[in-house]
């Protein structure tokens, strides 16, 4: 028998009714999430911490943005969420997933553990 290694997710998101669902159909899938709201919290988190998975929205407040957040982290899993269409984001590397919002459970899983495999 075979099991799966958990997953850990920095969920990085400004919008809590976004953050709180999210983390609440990542934890019940199985999945450790630590959540903050904002890319200078994820900065400040990621000095110390490390997750499996980088869970970024594009746009936040703050000094340090969704794409600012990707391109400084992209040695990790990072899965990049918007509600602008993918195209919009140039500035996406080959190794970096999207994910456009609004998205629904199955295809917010689907996403994470793809970036995570």
């Known amino acids: 028998m075979t099991t799966e290694k958990p997953i850990f997710v920095l969920l990085v998101e ?8 999210s983390a609440m159909i990542l934890e019940d899938a199985g999945m450790t999430v630590h959540t903050v ?23 936040m407040p703050g000094k340090i943005s969704g794409q600012d957040l990707a391109t400084r982290h992209s040695d990790m899993n990072v899965l990049v969420t918007s509600g602008e ?6 500035w996406l590397q080959a190794s970096m997933a999207y994910l456009a919002k609004p998205y629904d459970r199955k295809s917010l899983l689907a996403a994470v553990r793809d970036i995570a495999a």
């Open 85 to 90: 269409a993918k195209e919009q984001h140039g």
């Open 14 to 21: 400004d919008e809590p009714s976004i953050r709180e669902i």
């Open 37 to 59: 709201a904002n890319g200078d919290e994820a900065e400040k988190w990621l000095e110390t911490g490390k997750a499996d998975v980088l869970f970024t929205d594009v746009r």
